[in-house]
């Protein structure tokens, strides 16, 4: 007597032994990684790539502005080269905080730390444009000539006293302190001489930064 064949898989029998294979899908996707932390790290490695040649060209940016100095003067020339990088230094530091308040204005996040990084950026953006505009200013306004004797030097910052030897009657010696932005290859060929009791003649900016500085000659010491 003939066994009866084993009975093929009806269309209802196969489609419920998938269903619980079709239900593990949607779970076993979820579990993947997300995909998120590698989108916001070459975001970050983006931005930083831009901070950095942002600030490499606003400390390479040569002079964009007229100088108010005298430039066909070799003194003034001097002085107008060592002004200019107060300039440099403002704009290298508004390049520091402006990717990063891009970023925080243009990149999806929570709420509180995009407004944490904007609202920090944004100040340090201000107050470096700030110190930009005060910079160009002095740059363009024409030097201030002082000719004094040197009474105090003390790193970076010299004293000079002048009016005493004025024939003007009642006047009086004053005595006036600048910082020195003479490049310091400059100020060290200059040991020798800027001392105190030596006669100078500086060029100095409105904010009272001596961009040049030389001896007097033919002054007694």
Known sequence: MLSNPPR??????????FTPMALLAPGHSATSPPRKP??????????????????TAAALLPPLIPAGADLN???????????????????????IFLPSLCYAVATRGAARGRLLIASISLLGVAVATFYV????????????????????LIGRSICLQYGAASMIVGNEAVTRCFALD?????????????????????????????????????VLQ
Do not use: C, F
């Open 182 to 218: 003479v490049p310091s290859e400059e100020l060290r060929g200059a040991e020798n001489w800027v001392q105190e009791g030596w006669y100078v003649h500086v060029l100095v900016s409105p904010r009272g930064h001596v961009g040049y500085i030389a001896p007097v000659s033919g």
């Open 38 to 55: 590698a989108i916001r790290g070459r975001s970050l490695a983006a931005l930083a790539a831009a901070t950095v040649l942002l600030v």
């Open 133 to 152: 505009v005060i910079s160009l200013q002095s740059y363009v306004a024409k030097p201030e000539v002082v000719y004094g004797s040197v009474t105090s």
């Open 73 to 95: 003067d070799a003194n003034q020339a001097a002085y107008a080269r060592a002004i200019w990088p107060e300039t440099q230094i403002s704009l290298a530091v508004v390049m």
């Open 8 to 17: 093929g898989l009806t269309g209802r029998e196969l489609t419920t032994s």
